[in-house]
C-alpha cells in the first residue's frame, strides 16, 4: 500500500537490514518492495525535503517507526464509535491485516445505552446480555462478535489503553509498554464517568458509576439484596437507571442538583410529564438540592447520604450519574489542537496532525446546520461520525460532515411495564417552545427562534410521525406561532408544521 512503510503486521527489528526478505516484512511485495516503500515514506516527507532540523526529526520518526509494531491503520478506542469504524472499513473492502484496534475492556465493541436499560432488568425480565448487543445491530447491522473481527481480519488489542502517543514518529505507546507505529488513527477512546469525589464518599465501596459493561455487572449482582437506592443526577443515567430499577421493586430516590430532570434537553414543562410518571412507578424526587457527603455504614459499605440541607437518606446502594469527561488526555499532551472540552476536528473528523482522526464523544467538530462547533455525546452522533470519517479517510472526500442533532431514550420496557416510554428530539432546542397534547400517551414541543421551527420533541409517535421530525429540524421552515399553539392534538399539530415546510 502506497505510503506505509512497512505492510500489514512488518517489523523492523533494531540492527536488522532494511533490504532484509525476511517475513517480518510480510505484505511488502518481497524486500525490494518494502525497501521501496520505506524509502519512499521518507522522501515525501515534508519535513524531509526541507531539509535541516525537518529531517532530523523525520530521521526520529522512522527510526522510532521501525522500533515499533506498524499498522496501516489503528482506532483507539472499543466502545461504539469504533465499531462502526470497523463497520465501515470491512464496508469500504479492508484487506486483512491491516486494521488493529486498541480496547479498553475485555469485550468487543457494544451498544453502551444498553448498559442502563434492558441490562439493568432483574433475571425474570429477559435483560440484555452479550453477545446479543454488539455493535452494529443497533444501527441494523451485522453483530460484530469476536469472532466477527477475526474473520475480517482485524487485530483488537483486549485490555489495552494507550498512555502516550508521538506525532512526528507516527506511534502510540500502550498500557502493555508496546510500541505501535500507524500511518492513520482514529481517535474514539469515548469518555469517562465523572466521579463525586474521594473526599465525600464518591469511592466508597456500594457507590456504583455505570461506563462499561464491567460496571453494570456490577451493579446488577447486587440488586437482587437491596431494597433502597439512591441515584445521584436526573440525565441519562440517572433517569434511565431509575426507570429500570422499578422492575426490582426497590424505593428508589433520585438527588437532582437542578429544578427538573433532564435541564439540558427538557424544558420544565415536559420534566413535569416525565416526572410524574416516575412518581406513579414509584420512584421519588429530591430537587434543587445536592449531595455533601455519602456515608459509610457500619460494614463499610456506603450506608447513608447527606444533602446540603441537612437531610440524611438511609440507602444500600448508590448510583451516580453526574456527567462524563472525554478521554482525550495522550492525545491533548502530545500536541492535538482541542476544542469545547474535546479534540477539535474538521468535516472529515481529521484533528490538527495529518493523518489523526477522532470521533464520537471526543471530537468537537463544526456543525454545519448551525454554523457552531459542537460535541456530542450521544451513540447517534457516534455511529455517523464512525462511518463519515472511514469513508472520508479511505476515499478521499471533502464533503463536511453534515449533522442534525438527535436525541432519544426508551425507558420502562421490562416486561409487564404499564406503559413503554419513547421520546425523540431533532434539531436545537432554542428559542420559545409551543407544547402540545396530554402525555397519554403522545406530547410534543415545538421550539420556534425568530419565527422558524428549530427543533422538535415527540413522546410516543408512529412510526411514520417519527420519520416526519428530522425533515422539519432540517427544514426550519416558517412556523405560524399562534395556529401550532392552537392545534388541538399533536397529530394537527405536525400537520400545521408539515404544511410550512
Not at 80 to 101: D, H, M, P, T
Request: charged fraction near 20%; charge should be positive.
Amino acid at each position: 500500500m502506497a505510503g506505509t512503510m512497512v505492510a500489514g503486521c512488518g517489523i523492523i527489528r533494531p540492527g536488522m537490514a532494511i533490504w532484509s526478505s525476511s517475513s517480518a516484512m510480510r505484505g511488502g511485495g518481497g524486500g525490494g518492495g518494502a525497501l521501496q516503500q520505506f524509502l519512499l515514506r521518507f522522501r515525501s516527507t515534508s519535513s524531509y525535503a526541507s531539509g535541516g532540523g525537518g529531517a532530523r526529526r523525520s530521521l526520529t520518526a522512522i527510526a522510532a517507526a521501525a522500533d515499533s509494531d506498524s499498522k496501516e491503520y489503528i482506532i483507539v478506542g472499543g466502545g461504539n464509535a469504533a465499531g462502526y469504524a470497523a463497520k465501515a472499513f470491512v464496508e469500504n473492502g479492508l484487506e486483512k491485516g491491516k486494521l488493529c484496534i486498541i480496547a479498553k475492556e475485555q469485550v468487543a465493541p457494544y451498544e453502551r445505552p444498553t448498559l442502563t436499560k434492558a441490562y439493568l432488568f432483574p433475571p425474570d425480565k429477559g435483560p440484555a446480555r452479550l453477545p446479543g448487543f454488539h455493535t452494529s445491530v443497533g444501527g441494523g447491522g451485522e453483530r460484530q462478535t469476536p469472532e466477527w473481527y477475526a474473520e475480517k481480519g482485524i487485530e483488537v488489542l483486549y485490555k489495552t489503553s494507550v498512555t502516550s502517543m508521538d506525532l512526528h514518529a507516527k506511534t502510540v505507546k500502550t498500557s502493555s509498554g508496546k510500541s505501535l507505529h500507524y500511518d492513520k488513527l482514529i481517535i474514539a477512546t469515548g469518555a469517562t464517568a465523572s466521579k463525586l469525589p474521594e473526599s465525600i464518599g464518591g469511592s466508597l465501596p456500594g457507590v456504583h458509576y455505570i461506563r462499561e459493561v464491567a460496571d453494570a455487572d456490577a451493579l446488577v449482582t447486587t440488586l437482587s439484596k437491596k431494597k433502597k437506592v439512591v441515584v445521584i443526577g436526573g440525565g441519562y443515567i440517572g433517569m434511565e437507571v431509575a426507570a429500570a430499577l422499578t422492575a426490582w421493586k426497590i424505593d428508589t430516590t433520585v438527588i437532582i442538583p437542578e429544578q427538573h430532570v433532564m435541564p439540558r434537553l427538557f424544558t420544565a414543562g415536559i420534566a413535569k410529564r416525565y416526572e410524574e410518571l416516575y412518581e406513579k412507578n414509584g420512584v421519588k424526587f429530591l430537587k434543587g438540592i445536592s449531595v455533601k457527603k455519602l456515608k459509610a455504614g457500619p460494614n463499610g459499605q456506603v450506608g447513608a447520604v447527606e444533602l446540603s440541607d441537612g437531610t440524611v437518606l438511609d440507602t444500600d446502594l448508590v448510583v451516580v450519574g453526574i456527567g462524563a469527561k472525554p478521554t482525550i488526555g495522550p492525545f491533548v499532551e502530545a500536541g492535538l489542537k482541542s476544542a469545547e472540552g474535546a479534540i477539535e476536528v474538521d468535516g472529515q473528523f481529521q484533528t490538527s496532525s495529518p493523518g489523526v482522526y477522532a470521533i464520537g464523544d471526543v471530537a468537537a467538530f463544526p456543525l454545519k446546520i448551525y454554523n457552531r462547533r459542537t460535541r456530542v455525546e450521544h451513540v447517534d452522533n457516534a455511529r455517523k461520525s464512525a462511518t463519515h470519517c472511514v469513508n472520508a479517510l479511505l476515499k478521499g472526500s471533502s464533503e463536511p460532515y453534515d449533522y442534525l442533532p438527535f436525541f432519544y431514550s426508551r425507558v420502562f420496557e421490562a416486561p409487564g411495564s404499564e406503559r413503554k416510554v419513547w421520546w425523540q428530539f431533532y434539531g436545537d432546542n432554542v428559542g420559545e417552545t409551543v407544547e402540545i397534547g396530554d402525555f397519554n400517551p403522545k406530547y410534543a414541543t415545538f421550539w420556534i427562534d425568530k419565527g422558524l421551527l428549530k427543533g422538535v420533541f415527540l413522546e410516543s409517535g408512529s412510526p411514520e410521525e417519527f420519520a416526519l421530525l428530522p425533515k422539519l429540524a432540517r427544514a426550519q421552515p416558517a412556523v405560524d406561532r399562534k395556529a401550532l399553539a392552537g392545534a388541538s392534538s399533536v397529530e394537527e399539530a405536525l400537520s400545521i408544521a408539515q404544511k410550512s415546510t
